[in-house]
C-alpha cells in the first residue's frame, strides 16, 4: 500500500512540489510497468515514514510526464534523485535497497 506520507507530482507541480520545498526531497522517478520501481516501492514508504518531518518523498511517473524527466535527462528508471534547497545534490540510477537509499538520504538531510 502506497504511504500517504509520499507525494506524487506532475510536470505542471514539480517547481512547488521538489524545487520549492522547505525540506530536503527525494525524487523517484518510476513507470507503472517497471519491475524494479515496484520493487523498492515499500522501502520508499518505510523511509518516508523513517524521515517525517525531516525529507519529503515525491514521485514521478514518466509516461503521464515527459517534460520534467526530459529535462533531467532521465535514460533508465528508477532513477532517484536528492533536491536541497532547489538545487539537484545526487542522482543514482537502478534499484537500491533501503539502506542504500537511506544512505544516500543521509547525506543531504
Given at each position: ?14 517547481e512547488?512540489?521538489v ?13 507503472e ?29 514518466i ?20 533536491f ?26
Amino acid at each position: 500500500m502506497a504511504s500517504a506520507l509520499i507525494k506524487h507530482t506532475s510536470d505542471a507541480s514539480f517547481e512547488a512540489d521538489v524545487l520549492q520545498s522547505d525540506k530536503p526531497v527525494l525524487l523517484d522517478f518510476w513507470a507503472e510497468w517497471c519491475g524494479p520501481c515496484r520493487s523498492i516501492a515499500p522501502a520508499l514508504d518505510e523511509l518516508a515514514a523513517a524521515y517525517e518531518g525531516k525529507l519529503q518523498i515525491v514521485k514521478m511517473n514518466i509516461d503521464e510526464n515527459t517534460a520534467t524527466p526530459a529535462r533531467f535527462g532521465i535514460r533508465g528508471i528508477p532513477t532517484l534523485m536528492v533536491f536541497k534547497n532547489g538545487q539537484l545534490a545526487a542522482t543514482k540510477v537502478g534499484a537500491m535497497t533501503k539502506a542504500q537509499m537511506a544512505a544516500l538520504v543521509d547525506q543531504h538531510v
